[in-house]
């Protein structure tokens, strides 16, 4: 079968800047990631020369402050960079969002001092993150967490295990939330946790049937000791925080979720114009060609409707509906895409010698992360409706 070459997607970039920076990450992805990216999946190799390799590059701190060293790039640029990453290999795009949303709390409500001493490293010093909010017991019902936090002098103690932790046991550091008040969303608050903290052990990596690179482990906080200084923001708004990164967070998946429906639509386009049957290229069939332009069409519109979701946070806008709609739709394209693509290829979509099979149960995951997406529809319908009623 001849070969067919994708082409790159077509990006309106408001900046000559942004621009140049999508050029030097689309060199990346062709020169360090994509070549690798199927072995290494393969053999659950996590690939932290590669984190190491965006950090230098200024590529882990996009949409954060330059002032302590992030790329001060708008939010609609950061999520297509997080795209170009996702569709050469999940397991990076996916921890770069990891990472942003790891960051998300001190950049927002961290002191000017804390942001100071903290930051720089977290955004451009080559330190890998993590975000600490679901547990064992507490995966969508997240305000029912149960790690505590006690206040020791001036210093806090914590206890509790932490689950579905991605960069588990490999993270530089953690941001984590615990409970040091009453029940319920208003007793939580946000810390900054080392990683290499005494008394946090990481659990083996779970066995997960998608993203093997990337580990995804529990953290057991047994009575992990940081200062109060490590606190972010006041005692109690730990949930609020956390639900501001969320939104934000979803964008990311999002994004991540069309680049690997963009990698799939690739890999399916160059399959069905080179496959011949009958005599002809197996594009020539009418059905064929009809589910590759439902499968575009869907990537169309998801990435139209993240970007919408990212301008109106860059405006300063309310963006929450908007991000779960975004997560919601872009997630479930992206299982659609990533089926019909290896429908596509028949049996060949089925081995190992072609990716889209890795595709699809690297999509599968996108619907459960950072909210499921029947969580989203529960967010998108309270923004319509109201709260329920009980």
Not at 314 to 319: I, V
Request: glycine share 12%; hydrophobic share 40%.
């Amino acid at each position: 079968m001849p070969d067919r070459a994708p082409q790159p997607v077509e990006r309106q970039l408001p900046t000559e800047e942004s621009r140049d920076l999508i050029t030097l990450v689309r060199d990346i992805v062709q020169r360090e990631i994509a070549p690798r990216a199927a072995e290494e999946e393969d053999s659950g190799h996590f690939p932290r020369e590669i984190f190491s390799l965006l950090s230098e590059s200024g590529l882990l701190g996009l949409p954060y402050d330059c002032e302590y060293g992030g790329g001060d790039q708008p939010y609609e640029v950061y999520l297509q960079v997080l795209e170009e990453l996702a569709a050469a290999r999940l397991t990076v795009g996916l921890g770069v969002s990891v990472h942003s949303l790891a960051c998300h709390a001190l950049a927002g409500y961290g002191t000017k001092e804390q942001q100071a001493e903290h930051l720089p490293a977290m955004l451009g010093g080559g330190l890998l993150g993590a975000y600490c909010l679901s547990e064992p017991s507490s995966g969508s019902d997240a305000a029912s967490l149960r790690t505590k936090a006690v206040r020791d002098g001036d210093a806090w103690v914590i206890t509790g295990t932490k689950a579905w932790i991605t960069h588990g046991g490999v993270a530089d550091f953690y941001t984590v939330l615990a409970r040091t008040g009453g029940e319920g969303a208003r007793g939580i608050t946000a810390f900054l946790v080392p990683g290499d903290v005494p008394g946090l052990n990481a659990a083996a990596p779970e066995k997960k049937m998608g993203m093997k690179g990337s580990p995804t482990a529990q953290l057991h906080f047994g009575g992990v000791r940081v200062s109060d200084a490590r606190r972010i923001g006041e005692e109690g708004q730990g949930f609020a925080i956390a639900l501001s990164a969320l939104d934000s967070g979803r964008l990311g998946i999002a994004a991540c979720a069309i680049g690997v429906a963009q990698a799939a639509l690739d890999e399916a386009v160059a399959y069905a114009t080179g496959r011949q049957q009958f005599g002809r290229p197996i594009a020539d069939f009418q059905g064929l060609r009809f589910m590759l332009a439902d499968m575009a069409t869907r990537i169309e519109a998801g990435r139209a409707l993240y970007l919408a979701a990212a301008r109106l946070r860059d405006a300063g806008q309310p963006f929450s509906r908007h991000a779960a709609m975004a997560k919601l739709f872009c997630t479930d394209a992206a299982m659609s895409v990533t089926t019909d693509a290896v429908q596509v290829l028949g049996g060949y979509g089925y081995t190992l010698d072609f990716p889209v099979e890795r595709y699809m149960r690297e999509a599968k995951v996108l619907q459960i992360v950072e909210g499921t997406n029947q969580i989203q529809r529960m967010v998108i319908a309270r923004h319509l409706a109201g709260p329920e009623t009980r």
